[in-house]
């Protein structure tokens, strides 16, 4: 395969990733907000949402002070902002384009159905609008594009590497939502280990857990009560919990080994070793390094990675 | 001006071809015809069938209009169109191989040397390459238009040859495909001989043109990229016969051998159907500020190691200086009439030609002679007195570069427009695919000039389609 059309199918596949991940953390923000809170708590929920993906620097030179509004604006439907919805749509679209040949026609036509009709929903902006309706439109399309990829395209290399851009950028997400919301925490509101979490972090934690369809999952898993550490556990560790960084940097590696040859040899042994230390990891060991710290150094890998990748496949 | 209506014959009766469909029609309510064409538009959409217009601003997707109303050729009028288009496209390929070759045709003094030799279409690059079956125009759209002979009966005439990078056949295989999924009773109706088999046809002769000894060469589709006009179509028939779409920067020349740039390394090319220009193609050779080629491409073609449909150097013989020469060129090379019959062409090159056109230009067409796509062209009929003074000007200064044609009646086809069903001008593009032997797909892409009384059918200048079906019987 060209290494060029593997570059367009890499990004093709983040920005969808990207698209749905910002929808699914908008969504949760405009539930939370529901709740009686005090204002500066909701000025904190939306900067948070800001910061994962890095962009408070970016909206303040625009914007000024943080306006739920204008926030929600400017992650939905700005198209100066490459991250916002609209744009990683458009982007997701515009790499399809130009591999239309070497992805399934299904696939194809799902991705510029989803942008035709982003256009259409978002041209007016969201006055009047029920956000949640949208959002949920954004994570069905997203799921629409990666069951008609697994339902119809042949599992070649094309296939890979769409495979490849899901999970590291769902990868990359997950670390940043943890780090972003650990942070978002009061010190003093922090609980300790098995300890009962006080009823305001319930709603905070629940929240982290249903942006990433784990609240279900919590339950089923721990059957008790939330503690911010079984949250940690289940999404860096939880090898069966779809979005959990173990299973990403699985889904990664078992990737890039179907697509390897003898100049990869380097990029697959850091893939390895992620992988493996996050199959046998261990939530104490991680906690006694700091999750921040933690975190940091795991964003960076997956970055490095990403870098690897890039320079053994996309740009020979 | 009297037109030749493909369904209606003069005195007002149907031609029999057209009666089911007639019947059919009569028994559909408009409504449900409306809602059929916005169903097409949405479809097309949605499958992103656009394309780009020059001086639109950069990116911007537009659909081709489509009508809901088919052109129909008969069995018998069919087999003489495909006689004639084989006829002249291997004149057309023997011509070209000589002109570069033996130069026969010249020193018979049947087509002015100077009107070669000096034509900036010849690539003296080419003087000597020995190509694979000694085919140059692997892919060829011939423009056929219909107009009343003086005998009364409708005539096919080919306006013009594409021998470079014809395009439009995605068109041809996508409108057969809308046809049949808004209306798939029609086609237990009618037998309509299936085109869907094109892209394997192509594939076929791109593989029968490999360079000798590769047994199973690598094929591949150059584009210039997603903002060409045409993007569509060159990412459609790559997809359609499984071959890689690149682009020039995924392609590299070492040791004369072609490669393009994989996830596992180099791998070897063999055989190119690009759609680029000539001109484009190597910045060693041709413009050196094409990025969209490949240096060093010509030294690896003119070396056997690789092969490129069509081949470089075809303009020559679609020139429309050269036009006028094609009837002579297939009695020279063939031995045989001509099956299809040329329009009357002016050169306006030769000063009594030149003068009659300057007299006549309300009445005529005129052409640039390297033109394509019906840019720069003016048909005298439409045109104001403003535009002709302004013409004749451009003619007088430099008449080589321009070729005058009576405005053709072209052929009418009812058309949906606003107002209901009206009769609107159509044209028909085949396309002839040369490898080992020659061959047609039966059908074509059918233009239709959707302004009233308008003769130009060019989709960039807001032509429309239709959908073209030849009768197996």
Redesign the interface.
């Known amino acids: 395969?060209?290494?060029?059309?593997?570059d367009h199918l890499f990004w093709m596949a983040r920005y969808t990733e990207r698209a749905e991940n910002t929808a699914r953390m908008l969504d949760v923000q405009v539930q939370t907000v529901l709740l009686p809170q005090a204002a500066e708590d909701t000025r904190l929920g939306w900067a948070g949402l800001l910061g994962i993906s890095e962009l408070i620097g970016d909206y303040t030179r625009q914007h000024g002070a943080i306006d739920p509004e204008r926030v929600l604006d400017f992650m939905v439907r700005d198209p100066a902002n490459p991250s916002s919805i609209l744009s990683c749509l458009r982007a997701a679209r515009?790499n399809a384009?130009?591999?239309?040949?070497?992805i399934a026609?299904e696939v194809?036509?799902t991705v510029?159905?989803t942008w035709?009709e982003a256009q259409r929903l978002l041209a007016d902006g969201l006055h009047g609008q029920d956000p949640a309706q949208i959002f949920e439109w954004v994570k069905h399309r997203s799921h629409l594009s990666r069951g008609v990829t697994s339902g119809t395209m042949l599992q070649d290399?094309a296939y890979h590497?769409l495979r490849i851009g899901t999970f590291l950028e769902r990868a990359d997400n997950t670390a940043r939502l943890l780090d972003v919301k650990f942070h978002a925490l009061p010190a003093d509101g922090r609980a300790t280990s098995g300890s009962k979490v006080p009823e305001n972090d319930f709603y905070h934690w629940s929240g982290v857990l249903r942006s990433v369809s784990g609240f279900e999952v919590y339950r089923k898993v721990y059957r008790d009560v939330i503690t911010p550490e079984r949250v940690a556990a289940l999404l860096i560790l939880r090898p069966d919990m779809p979005r959990s960084l173990a299973a990403c940097l699985r889904e990664v590696d078992a990737h890039l080994r179907a697509?390897a040859?003898p100049?990869s040899g380097e990029t697959l042994r850091r893939s390895g070793l992620l992988n493996a230390q996050l199959q046998y990891g261990r939530l104490d060991d991680i906690m006694a390094t700091g999750l921040h710290a933690y975190l940091t150094h795991l964003l960076e890998r997956i970055n490095d990675l990403g870098a690897g990748i890039s320079r053994d496949?996309?740009a020979? | 001006m009297r037109f030749y209506d493909e369904m209606t014959a003069a005195d007002g009766s149907l031609r029999p071809h057209y009666l089911p469909y007639d019947r059919w029609l009569r028994q559909q309510p408009p409504d449900v015809m409306q809602a059929k064409r916005e169903e097409a538009e949405l479809i097309f959409r949605r499958v992103g069938i656009t394309f780009a217009v020059y001086g639109d601003e950069a990116g911007t997707e537009r659909l081709i209009p489509f009508d809901l109303i088919p052109r129909i050729i008969p069995a018998g009028e069919w087999a003489h169109l495909e006689a004639g288009l084989k006829q002249r496209v291997s004149a057309l390929n023997r011509f070209i191989h000589d002109v570069y070759h033996q130069q026969e045709i010249l020193r018979a003094g049947i087509v002015p040397e100077d009107m070669v030799l000096g034509n900036s279409q010849f690539r003296a690059e080419m003087m000597g390459v020995n190509l694979p079956h000694q085919v140059y125009a692997h892919i060829a759209g011939i423009d056929i238009v219909r107009a009343e002979n003086p005998a009364g009966q409708g005539e096919y005439y080919v306006l013009e040859d594409n021998l470079r990078v014809p395009s439009g056949v995605s068109y041809m295989l996508e409108n057969r495909r809308m046809m049949m999924r808004l209306f798939p009773e029609l086609f237990s109706l009618y037998p309509i001989a299936p085109v869907a088999h094109y892209p394997d046809a192509l594939l076929e002769k791109l593989r029968d043109c490999a360079p000798p000894g590769v047994n199973d060469p690598t094929v591949v589709v150059l584009t210039p990229g997603m903002y060409n006009s045409a993007y569509f179509e060159h990412a459609f028939l790559a997809q359609q016969m499984g071959v890689e779409l690149v682009e020039g920067q995924d392609l590299f020349v070492k040791d004369d051998f072609v490669y393009m740039r994989t996830t596992q390394g180099p791998q070897r090319v063999d055989v190119i159907y690009r759609r680029i220009d000539d001109d484009f193609l190597d910045p060693q050779v041709f413009r050196a500020d094409s990025a969209l080629g490949c240096a060093g491409l010509m030294r690896a073609y003119r070396a056997g190691n690789v092969n490129l449909a069509n081949a470089i150097g075809t303009g020559i013989a679609d020139d429309k200086s050269l036009y006028p020469y094609v009837p002579k060129m297939i009695e020279f090379y063939l031995g045989e009439k001509p099956l299809l019959a040329n329009v009357p062409t002016h050169l306006c090159r030769e000063p009594e030609s030149l003068a009659y056109v300057l007299a006549h230009l309300p009445e005529l067409v005129v052409k640039e002679v390297h033109g394509a796509g019906g840019y720069g062209m003016l048909v005298g009929p439409a045109a104001s007195r403003d535009q002709i003074a302004a013409f004749a000007d451009k003619l007088r200064a430099n008449p080589q570069h321009y070729i005058a044609q009576p405005t053709l009646a072209l052929s009418t086809c009812p058309t949906y427009v606003d107002a209901g069903i009206a009769p609107r001008h159509i044209d028909l593009r085949p396309f002839v695919l040369s490898g080992k032997s020659v061959s047609i797909v039966p059908g074509g892409l059918t233009r239709v000039a959707l302004t009233e009384s308008s003769l130009v059918v060019n989709s960039s200048q807001g032509g429309g389609t239709k959908d073209t079906w030849v009768l197996e019987r």
Do not use: D, I, Y
Not at chain 1, 1 to 6: D, E
């Open positions: 395969m060209l290494s060029r059309t593997a515009e384009r130009a591999v239309r040949g070497a026609t194809w036509e510029n159905q035709l290399e590497f697509v040859h100049q496949f996309l020979l």
